[in-house]
């Protein structure tokens, strides 16, 4: 691969992370002040609220999908890269990145079936698969985050970083671990709306460093 070749799958990775942390963003701008983080302690109450505001749960689910999408295509534009001229743990970051975004765009997929198993809110039956769906799209989600976390790691290890930044994936990652491992400490209760809310703040540095990883990928190029 040319010079030319790296800097432009560079930059390409680069726009990716940028696209995939800005529509997460939009995403959550939406969906966290209309109600619709979906908590699968109230299977009724979800369905009722997607039921009132299907445009919001689908304009949301949407920014979702094409952040994780964004996401899973950057992990596998690191990962198709040469690896001559950088370590092991910079391939092995791009896969763990890429599975990160797979399994974002599934939790994503149960999140959609929602959608009409809304149609009719009062209906127990709906209610009940409800719930299932629910709490498999959470961990499927945490799984996710996970993915993410060790990808972060492995990235700030494997990559050619400044130290700030390097330093500042480490401190990324274990703010993001800390969200994974919420749901955890709830046991068989499963995680409140407050407490899921607290995780998408602990996942909040792990978006905010791919973004700073985003922007130095469009101006420097890191083999």
């Not at 955890?184 to 998408?200: F, K, M, V």
């Amino acid at each position: 691969m040319s010079p030319a070749d790296h800097r432009s799958a560079a930059r390409l990775t680069g726009a990716l992370l940028l696209s995939s942390l800005l529509a997460m963003l939009a995403g959550v701008a939406l969906v966290v002040p209309s109600g619709l983080t979906l908590n699968p302690a109230d299977p009724a109450a979800v369905l009722t609220v997607v039921n009132a505001r299907v445009a919001s749960h689908l304009i949301g689910l949407g920014l979702d999908i094409v952040g994780w999408l964004a996401l899973l295509a950057a992990g596998l534009v690191m990962t198709a890269r040469p690896t001559e001229h950088r370590s092991q743990l910079a391939t092995l970051a791009g896969g763990l990145l890429a599975c990160a975004g797979l399994a974002g765009l599934l939790h994503d997929a149960g999140n959609l079936a929602l959608t009409q198993l809304a149609a009719d809110p009062t209906d127990p039956a709906a209610a009940m698969v409800a719930s299932a769906v629910l709490v498999t799209a959470k961990w499927t989600v945490n799984l996710a985050g996970l993915l993410w976390v060790a990808a972060t790691v492995t990235t700030a290890l494997g990559a050619l970083l400044p130290t700030a930044l390097r330093r500042a994936g480490v401190i990324a990652a274990l703010s993001g671990l800390a969200a994974v491992l919420l749901p955890w400490t709830t046991g068989i209760d499963g995680p409140s709306a407050r407490l899921e809310q607290l995780g998408y703040s602990l996942h909040l540095p792990v978006m905010v460093w791919y973004g700073m990883l985003g922007w130095r990928l469009i101006h420097t190029d890191l083999r």
